[in-house]
């Protein structure tokens, strides 16, 4: 199947600093990708939908500001999370969807990133 | 409006025993279904999905499950139970035509005893 790569898969910060994560499809173009949160013992909650070349789409709750989410090319969604507060730590999931699959809608899914604020 | 339950928080088996995981959910479109794994800190993997085809399944590693429209069901069956499938199962419904939507339910912990 194709493969998603997140990065980093762990990283403690400071609080009050920002935090880059990165999502790349490897071996397929991803037009739209998607975010999630994972809270300890909880399902996955979708945090916003990013399409290459356009603004993301955030789910109501979500601070747009807070979570930065940029997909400027096909292969490639970063989130932000901006002056990171220890609220803020969670696992952290992306997943992308394959150009051309949208009959089956089969989401290819990261390896997740869990965020430490101290 | 679509929603997913997942019946049971936690599952446990003994190894070589059968293994059901419930999922319920309710759609007011034609549902695409899904069954996901998590294994600890990982990301989720597709074990097998349905989309308006066969109402019977097969997935990966010996998983299947059965679309019953009558009983607004998708649970997952596995004949026998293997150590390595000790992790997190998620069933996932989307709208047909709108897989920008996914619902995820709540989880299922399988535990797998020697």
């Known amino acids: 199947g194709a493969v998603v790569s997140q990065h980093p898969s762990w990283v403690i910060c400071k609080s009050g600093t920002s935090v880059k994560i990165e999502c790349r499809s490897l071996d397929f173009q991803a037009t739209t990708m998607f975010w999630y949160r994972q809270f300890p013992k909880q399902s996955l909650m979708l945090m916003a939908t990013s399409n290459e070349g356009s603004k993301a789409t955030y789910e109501q709750g979500v601070e747009k500001d807070k979570f930065l989410i940029n997909h400027a090319s096909l292969t490639l969604s970063t989130l932000t999370v901006t002056s990171a507060h220890p609220e803020d730590s969670s696992f952290y999931i992306c997943s992308a969807r394959a150009s051309g699959r949208t009959v089956t809608g089969e989401l290819f899914f990261g390896e997740g990133s869990r965020l430490t604020v101290l | 409006a679509q929603s997913v339950t997942q019946l049971d928080s936690h599952v446990s088996v003994s190894e070589g025993t059968p293994v059901l995981l419930r999922c319920n959910y309710s759609?007011?479109?034609?549902?695409?279904l899904f069954w996901y794994v998590q294994h600890p800190n990982k990301g989720l993997q597709l074990l097998l999905k349905y989309t308006s085809a066969a109402t019977l399944v097969k997935g990966i590693n010996g998983f299947e499950a059965e679309f019953k429209k009558s009983e607004t069901s998708f649970h997952l069956t596995k004949p026998s139970a293997h150590m390595s499938d000790a992790a997190e199962y998620f069933c996932?419904?989307?709208?047909?035509?709108?897989?920008?939507?996914?619902?995820f339910g709540s989880g299922t912990k399988l535990n797998v005893k020697p």
């Open positions: 759609s007011s479109y034609s549902p695409s």
């Open positions: 996932v419904v989307s709208e047909e035509g709108n897989f920008n939507k996914f619902y």
